[in-house]
């Protein structure tokens, strides 16, 4: 997919429109400062550029030929401003041809980043592995997902003290104190056995848990678009 991203047609601008095209850049960087945070150059540096190439044009006018490496040189400066700020735009806007606007450049034709979240995982699945205390998580493959996040816990649902935020975080507000044991009874799991597994891949590997603790596992993907929903759980008992 080929995203907009900001002309460099500024580059064929005739001597006299590029400082009016390069100031309508000025004014969109610099005065639209929460889209565009951090530019590559400070508004002072950007706008003598400007003033240098209107000035070292005009002695070229009146000096002649001894003045052009100067002249040559103001030109090389402010396109080679132009097209570092029009690649940092391009990073901003991420394909959004409003914020290329916005900058002051011209957007490309191409596509759009408007990116659809991921729907929810399907063909979940939880194993045993030959080794004690050992599963292996796997999801059926979803297209658009860049990351596969799987959660592994000993209740289902999620425990209210496991929280998963729209951003993808996995919040655990408190570790709930254990029962304490019977005189004669087996000794209780000494936590709420929260796994989280952000590796990218499908496939998850959980070791040294619990034998015959039933565990829980659900997935969620992550895109440029957001947070996927959780996925149905599925559950086993671990060997």
């Keep these: 997919m080929t995203l907009i ?8 601008l005739k001597v006299t ?3 009016y095209f390069a100031q309508g850049v000025k004014d969109g960087i610099y005065g639209n400062a929460t889209t565009f945070a951090t530019p590559p150059m400070t508004e002072a540096a950007f706008e003598l550029l400007i003033t240098n190439y209107v000035a070292t044009r005009g002695t070229l006018d009146n000096g002649g030929s001894a003045q052009r490496p100067a002249w040559e040189m103001a030109i090389k400066s402010l396109l080679d401003a132009l097209v570092t700020t029009a690649n940092y735009v391009d990073t901003v806007a991420n394909g959004d041809a409003n914020i290329i606007i916005l900058a002051g450049y011209t957007p490309s034709k191409g596509n759009s980043s408007s990116v659809a979240k991921p729907v929810k995982i399907e063909g979940v699945t939880l194993v045993r592995s030959e080794v004690s205390g050992t599963l292996v998580a796997d999801c059926a493959k979803q297209e658009g997902v860049n990351s596969y996040v799987c959660v592994l816990t000993q209740s289902q649902p999620l425990p209210p003290q496991i929280v998963i935020l729209t951003t993808g975080q996995v919040v655990i507000t408190e570790v709930p104190t254990p ?7 087996p000794e209780p799991t000494k936590s709420m056995g929260v796994y989280v597994d952000l590796n990218q891949n499908r496939k998850k590997t959980f070791a040294g848990l619990v034998p015959l603790q039933t565990y829980y596992c659900v997935y969620f993907g992550i895109n440029a678009g957001g947070v996927g929903p959780l996925s149905d759980p599925v559950s086993v008992i671990c060997l």
Excluded: E, H
């Excluded at 991203?5 to 064929?12: G, V």
């Design 5 to 12: 991203k900001c002309l460099l047609s500024f580059k064929k």
């Design 17 to 19: 429109q590029r400082p």
């Design 179 to 185: 029962p304490t044991p019977a005189p004669t009874g």
